[in-house]
């Protein structure tokens, strides 16, 4: 606020700059609102649940998802082996446990409970987006690291910096931000969490059912056989105005070649009344 030369504050710039950012702020929160996931809503509000229990919910769920069978180490010295997996795949299987590195993430980044279900979904894309992406013990640290980071750089917006990400997870920043790259890629750069997605993992989380990530999984392939089902009908659609175009064309050619075979049967002489 601008002050008069008396001291005294200009009260009608001040309102002038208060309606500015009034205005500014309805301008600006539809748009952040349609960047945010639809599933967020007052229709399934998010449960009353401490952010520590879902720390451990989720823990025992990855674990039992993703890291019971045998545990695959890519060479990384092979030049055949995809660039994700050399960013994601450690050399070793750290000492320090899921769940233990899970709790530091949470406690040290200030991620909300609402970004850590989206991060658990992303993971769930992972698996069903990129099936040739191993997730085992020796990935899926970094890989739960970088979909909490890019989880609450998306729904929450309040993210720390690099240097930060990496004094918490034991990263090396140049490693981080290729991974927040690759993670993208892996997930096909699908953030957006639909309604039925949401729910199905909330009624997850309510009845402790550690079979979530096959849910998601199966959401997942129900929504993608619906869009190419969709994506037919639409080119099926596009095409009849096409192929109706053509028939009348063509119908119209064939009359302009009948009224020119009757014209030339009539002598050049008739006069016609």
């Keep these: 606020m601008e002050r008069k030369g008396n001291g005294a ?16 702020h309805e ?5 952040r609102m349609l960047l945010k996931p639809v ?22 769920s990855l674990l039992r998802t993703f890291c019971q069978g045998p545990c695959i ?25 899921l769940p233990d590195y899970f ?11 609402e970004a850590v279900v989206l991060a658990m979904i992303q993971i769930g894309r992972v698996g069903s987006l990129s099936p040739d992406f191993p997730i085992t013990p020796l990935t899926i640290h970094r890989l739960l690291f970088a979909s909490i980071v890019l989880a609450s ?33 892996l997930i096909q750069f699908e953030f957006v ?15 402790n059912d550690l079979n979530v990530f096959v849910t998601i999984a199966d959401i997942l392939r129900t929504n993608t056989r619906k869009q190419k089902n969709s994506n037919s009908r639409a ?30 049967l009539i002598p050049s002489c008739c006069v016609i009344l």
């Excluded at 301008?27 to 748009?31: D, H, K, S, V, W």
């Excluded at 890519?74 to 299987?93: C, G, K, M, W």
């Excluded at 009849?240 to 009757?262: D, F, M």
């Design 9 to 24: 504050y200009d009260e009608e710039n001040d309102e002038m700059q208060t309606n500015y950012v009034l205005a500014a």
């Design 39 to 60: 599933s967020f809503s007052s229709s399934f509000p998010f449960p009353d649940v401490a952010i520590l229990d879902l720390v451990d919910y989720f823990s025992d």
């Design 153 to 185: 750089k998306y729904w929450d917006d309040n993210h720390m910096t690099f240097k930060h990400y990496s004094e918490v997870s034991g990263i090396p920043m140049n490693d981080l931000k290729l991974m927040e790259l690759d993670f993208c890629v």
């Design 73 to 97: 180490s890519y060479d990384l010295n092979n030049h055949r082996t995809p660039a994700s997996i050399a960013e994601f795949q450690l050399v070793d299987i750290p000492a320090l446990s």
């Design 235 to 264: 080119e099926q659609n596009s095409a009849l105005p096409n192929a109706e175009k053509n028939v009348g064309i063509q119908h119209a050619e064939k009359n302009a070649q009948t009224e020119t075979t009757k014209s030339s």
């Design 193 to 207: 969490v639909s309604e039925t997605e949401y729910a199905a993992v909330i009624t997850a989380i309510l009845s």
């Design 103 to 113: 709790t530091r993430i949470v406690k040290l980044t200030n991620v909300s409970a």
């Design 27 to 31: 301008l600006i929160q539809p748009a």
